[in-house]
Every structure is written in C-alpha cells, then in structure tokens.
C-alpha cells in the first residue's frame, strides 16, 4: 500500500506565492509520475501541473508559467510553487502518484488533499 501526504496549503492574498508538499510512502519501489491536481468550488477537478521520472513536465493551461512543479523521487516527493495566485486559484489542491515504472504499469494513488484559499 502507498500512502500519499500533502502539505502547505493556507489562506494567502492574491498575488501572493505558496509552495504545496507532497510525500509518498510505503510500497513506492519506482514512481513513473507525481504531480497536482484541483478541485474549486462547483468545478471539476483539473490538471494543475505533474512531472515525470525523466523530469518532463505538463501543466494545465490556466496555470500560464505562474506555477512550477519540482521534485525529488529520491525522497518520494514532489512540490507546487505557485506565484500570482489569484482568488481563481482557491481550491482543494490534491497530489497523485503513479507507481510504476511506465505508464502501463503504474497504479496511481491519490493524497487526501490540501485547502487554498485566496482572499483578501
């Protein structure tokens, strides 16, 4: 079993920065992808941004270089620096894993989810 952890979500001001954590643990013996996902109010869930083994990235369009995906598969982790938030950005931020070592094997695992919210 894989157990995933996030962290670092908080209220901030628009235009603020925030850096979101995410921790996998257990069974990971080799992580084919990490990345972050969203849910706002009344919408549906969507892509913010993940990253792959080899360090690709792919992030949703909305995010228009405000937010950079990082990580560090030495320690199963896998961190969202995010700029210029905006009251849009408000959500519950969720981390996904793929454990695996291609996509084809790979079984994804899903943290409980961390709360940002951006208000003045």
């Known amino acids: 079993q894989v157990h995933v952890v996030e962290s670092g979500g908080n209220l901030v001001q628009p235009g603020g920065s925030l850096r979101l954590s995410c921790s996998a643990s257990?069974?990971?013996?080799?992580?084919?992808?990490m990345g972050w996902y969203r849910r706002g109010p009344g919408k549906q869930r969507e892509l913010v941004g993940l990253?792959?083994?080899?360090?690709?990235?792919n992030y949703g369009r909305f995010v228009k270089g405000r937010f950079t995906v990082s990580k560090d598969f030495t320690k199963n982790s896998v961190y969202l620096q995010m700029n210029n938030l905006s009251p849009e950005d408000t959500a519950d931020y969720y981390c996904?894993?793929?454990?695996?070592?291609?996509?084809?094997?790979?079984?994804?695992?899903w943290g409980q989810g961390t709360h940002v919210t951006v208000s003045s």
């Open positions: 990253i792959l083994n080899n360090g690709n990235t």
């Open positions: 257990g069974s990971v013996f080799s992580i084919y992808s």
């Open positions: 996904n894993v793929l454990v695996g070592s291609t996509l084809a094997d790979s079984r994804v695992y």
